[in-house]
């Protein structure tokens, strides 16, 4: 059985593709818990941006793709043929993070049918019993994560920006006021896009997330203690 080497290659993989410096981030910032208008910017007054690093404490993940203009994605492609997948530093990454199945979806209201009543479905804060992994190939994008105090941080994602939010965070999507993103959606094997609506506190997603990201230094101790 090959158990035991399995893990180690796969970290070796993982070390290969590091993420992006700082620097190269999105931008973030916290957001009011009640808003008008869920496309608008939706800024604190002063503004609260929030760092990659806090980002990155939360479980999210982050490449910056330099290369997406290189590379034409259909507007709609369900799923997407992995040999259509041309860019070898995506191909890399999938490879890495063992991302077999991807596919395209365009937000406009062109593209989208109902994208009204998609937009506040989107928009409702749910969790996923998997990682949410998403490859931004044109326009742009809001995803709201919860924080540490269950604040929302919102993250404006661009044109070759491939995030990841872990398995069982709060979190939405809207578009914002320029309505139109065009994403890649990957995911580990069959893909199974099931939201489920807050509360969740006792699904196993919840619980596994509260406890890799939200334990208190005092929890965590004390769990090593024992
Ligand atoms: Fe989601």
């Known amino acids: 059985m090959s158990t035991t080497t ?22 973030a910032w916290l957001m ?8 608008a910017p939706n800024q604190l007054e002063p503004n609260v941006p929030v760092s990659a690093e806090q980002m990155r404490d939360l479980g999210i993940c982050y490449w910056k793709m330099d290369d ?5 994605y259909p507007i709609k492609a369900i799923p997407w043929d992995p040999k259509d997948a041309k860019d070898p530093k995506l191909q ?3 490879d890495a993070r063992g991302y077999s199945y991807a596919d395209i979806i365009t ?10 009543q998609k937009i506040k479905a989107f928009f409702e804060e749910h969790i996923h019993d998997a990682e949410e992994i998403r490859y931004i190939v044109g326009g742009s994008g ?8 269950d604040k929302w941080v919102r993250v404006h994602v661009k044109k070759g920006d491939l995030m990841t939010l872990p398995e069982g ?8 006021e320029d309505h139109m993103i065009h994403a890649m959606r990957l995911f580990i094997g069959q893909p ?16 596994k997330y509260a406890e890799l990201f939200l334990a208190t230094e005092e929890k965590k101790e004390d769990a090593d203690t024992h």
């Open 169 to 176: 965070i709060y979190h939405r999507f809207t578009c914002d």
């Open 6 to 27: 399995e893990p180690e290659s796969k970290k070796l993989k993982m070390d290969e593709y590091p993420m992006s410096p700082d620097a190269e981030w999105p931008d």
């Open 192 to 207: 199974v896009w099931t939201p489920f609506n807050r509360p969740q506190e006792d699904h196993p997603s919840r619980k």
């Open 142 to 149: 809001y995803f709201d994560v919860r924080n540490k105090e």
């Open 92 to 94: 890399a990454l999938r």
């Open 68 to 72: 997406v203009d290189k590379y034409d």
């Open 32 to 39: 009011p818990d009640q808003v008008e208008d869920q496309c």
């Open 107 to 116: 937000v406009h209201p062109d593209h989208l049918p109902e994208f009204d």
